[in-house]
């Protein structure tokens, strides 16, 4: 079955760029039916919808975070990527990836990666 | 962007216990609602969808309930491996949003 595994730096600079890879690997990132997302869960709190990517190069972020976030994909790596430009110390989090995908009217997120914890500090 | 209110943030039970937790949409969301299970460490894991519906291979002691606004999760008899954070989120608009999670601990 489809599984999804983040990685990259854990510490990254105020005013730095976050970046972040997912891979997948068991099935196709190329799958028509799947909307390749991020996650992120700042400590203590609740999690919040980053955005997605479909393979075709489709992308959706949350206005909340739109100005400053770009996802990507590379499907000859099967991997997709998050940049989240001039961070602080508010984008500390647990980033999670995820596949969205439609099942009838409803949207699954599943499966998800373990998740990185990425810190914004000097 | 709809807000989902998730109660309690954190409960007390024992195993053998039935409980529940709620998610509330500030506005009508129809049956678009997800649960999910959260392990220290773990990928979340999705348990119900459109309000109600088990994912294949999750036990029958998960239930989903409600529709428009108000949502519940019942764990009808509690487990040891329940022991978890369970969080909502809705799909019914753009962008999704999630509950703000119930950490479920042991009494």
């Known amino acids: 079955q489809v599984q999804l595994q983040e990685s990259g730096p854990g510490l990254v600079k105020p005013s730095e760029t976050l970046s972040l890879t997912c891979t997948v690997s068991?099935?196709?990132?190329?799958?028509?039916?799947?909307?390749w997302s991020w996650i992120r869960q700042p400590p203590g709190r609740g999690l919040e919808w980053i955005g997605y990517?479909?393979?075709?190069?489709?992308?959706y972020y949350n206005p909340s975070l739109k100005s400053r976030v770009t996802i990507s994909v590379d499907t000859s790596k099967s991997q997709f990527s998050l940049r989240v430009n001039s961070v602080t110390a508010a984008d500390t989090a647990v980033y999670y990836c995820?596949?969205?995908?439609?099942?009838?009217?409803?949207?699954?997120?599943?499966?998800w990666g373990q998740g990185t914890l990425v810190t914004v500090s000097s | 962007a709809i807000q989902m209110t998730q109660s309690p943030s954190s409960l007390s039970a024992s195993v053998g216990d039935r409980v529940t937790i709620t998610c509330r949409a500030s506005?009508?969301?129809?049956?678009?609602l997800g649960w999910y299970q959260q392990k220290p460490g773990k990928a979340p894991k999705l348990l119900i969808y459109?309000?109600?519906s088990l994912q294949s291979g999750v036990p029958s002691r998960f239930s989903g309930s409600g529709s428009g606004t108000d949502f519940t999760l019942t764990i009808s008899s509690l487990q040891p491996e329940d022991f978890a954070t369970y969080f909502c989120v809705q799909d019914y608009s753009y962008p999704y949003t999630f509950g703000q999670g119930t950490k479920l601990e042991m009494k």
């Open positions: 506005q009508g969301i129809r049956n678009d």
């Open positions: 459109a309000a109600s």
């Open positions: 990517i479909h393979y075709s190069g489709t992308t």
């Open positions: 068991g099935g196709s990132i190329s799958s028509a039916d799947s909307y």
């Open positions: 995820a596949r969205v995908s439609p099942h009838g009217d409803y949207v699954w997120f599943d499966p």
